[in-house]
């Protein structure tokens, strides 16, 4: 962008923000802190609650809005990455901010850094802020991007915090151990505040760099348990969780715990009305087209991915399953096929172009081949070409199960709204 030229339409302020930076991924709080302070969004002025974790994170915070909202309230939500639009990333009252909004946030922000540098993320994490300041919501929901403890939305002192699991994933920034992931995701806890853990088996660390801040644990299957479909608050009072197909019930546990920690305690008929038909887009999102069942699942490490395979297995849905597959490639990528191989009938493999960290399609191929001996591995030049090729080879009964990357899951989405829209055109 020229010197003053000022972007005139969100897509063009995404690709400027794109050249702010010299690292995509810089972890280090003082440079957005300081522009945060200038913008006059610290300390924060409404209720905030942090959501860290490796899966679950999207779960969760679209369970507090949602239980918020019963009552009347007024919530921002902050999440991250998109699916299809960037306005997904901030959300009030369960709607996406509106380009002209974000654009002028964006330009509000560009005016106050002066000569600080920010990254795309930065910019993002401020642009929220500020909406939500400038709507003047009762309460704010941001979701850790990475790690914890020098993620953007740490500038934040949040009253109270979730952590909804521990697993190995971003491994060059934040560790190869559970152990040392625990210590990042950690951070984001205060001293004397409270931090509600939905991880079932918790490494060591968590509890001792929690302790060691000083913050109040809140742990699963202590002060807070769930058993079938009932909730025990740490308060001894029992609710029972609706049944919401694709999401796990720890996540909407530890929504509900933390809300009750905070002092808003959910009625029964809260509980059910706010969670019941809960759907996270991209949480395996099952769609029907051209009578095929379509699963979208935005399973882009090894944890989640085993928990979707437990769900295919319990699944008759389909005659064959044929999957679409991506994934950037600094993940565990032989272990995800590993866990995907039994039942897939054919592999489709698109390319995603000027994707720099995603995986190629040729390397995808080899690793499954490796792995499964299969020779059913079809490498595609787009999403929309494997989205075709996949259509071909299906028969009606089938189904196409979509999953690994936001970009992957995100672009086949966008393909069959096409085609949805195509059909109905020709309707």
Not at 408 to 416: D, R
Request: glycine share 8%.
């Amino acid at each position: 962008m020229e010197q003053g030229a000022v972007p005139t339409t969100l897509n063009a302020w995404l690709g400027h923000l794109e050249t702010l930076h010299p690292q995509k991924i810089d972890l280090e709080l003082l440079r957005v802190r300081t522009v945060a302070e200038r913008l006059e969004l610290l300390p924060a002025t409404v209720p905030t609650i942090t959501v860290a974790g490796t899966n679950g994170k999207g779960t969760c915070v679209a369970a507090l809005a949602a239980l918020l909202s019963t009552r009347g309230y007024s919530v921002g939500c902050y999440t991250s990455p998109h699916l299809l639009a960037f306005n997904e990333r901030i959300t009030v009252n369960q709607q996406p901010a509106t380009d002209a909004d974000i654009m002028a946030a964006f330009a509000t922000i560009e005016n106050q850094r002066k000569e600080t540098s920010l990254s795309y993320f930065e910019f993002a994490t401020l642009a929220a802020l500020y909406l939500f300041k400038q709507k003047m919501v009762d309460f704010q929901i941001l979701e850790v991007g990475l790690g914890g403890r020098l993620d953007a939305v740490n500038i934040v002192d949040a009253d109270a915090c979730v952590i909804t699991s521990i697993g190995i994933d971003h491994t060059e920034w934040l560790g190869d151990t559970r152990e040392l992931i625990a210590v990042e995701k950690a951070g984001v806890a205060r001293h004397g505040r409270p931090v509600v853990v939905a991880e079932e088996d918790p490494p060591s660390t968590l509890r001792s760099h929690l302790e060691g801040l000083g913050a109040i644990g809140y742990w699963l299957g202590e002060q807070w348990t769930f058993t079938d479909s009932w909730l025990r608050l740490p308060d001894s009072s029992r609710r029972e969780l609706p049944s919401v197909p694709a999401l796990q019930p720890s996540n909407l546990g530890a929504a509900v715990t933390v809300l009750s920690i905070l002092g808003l305690g959910l009625e029964q008929e809260e509980i059910s009305n706010g969670l019941a038909g809960l759907m996270v887009p991209g949480r395996r999102q099952v769609l029907r087209f051209a009578d095929r069942s379509w699963w979208f699942d935005v399973a882009h490490n090894q944890e989640a991915v085993a928990k979707l395979a437990e769900a295919l297995a319990t699944s008759s849905a389909g005659t064959h399953t044929h999957a679409i597959f991506g994934a950037m490639a600094d993940k565990p990528l032989r272990a995800m096929i590993d866990l995907m191989v039994p039942g897939i009938a054919s592999w489709h493999l698109p390319e995603h172009q000027g994707v720099t960290r995603a995986a190629t399609s040729r390397d995808l191929k080899s690793l499954i081949i490796a792995a499964s001996g299969q020779a059913n591995v079809h490498c595609h030049g787009s999403p929309g070409a494997a989205f075709d090729a996949v259509q071909a080879l299906s028969e009606p009964g089938d189904r196409i199960l979509v999953f690994g990357s936001f970009i992957t899951v995100g672009a086949q989405l966008e393909c069959l709204g096409r085609a949805q829209l195509g059909r109905e055109t020709l309707n």
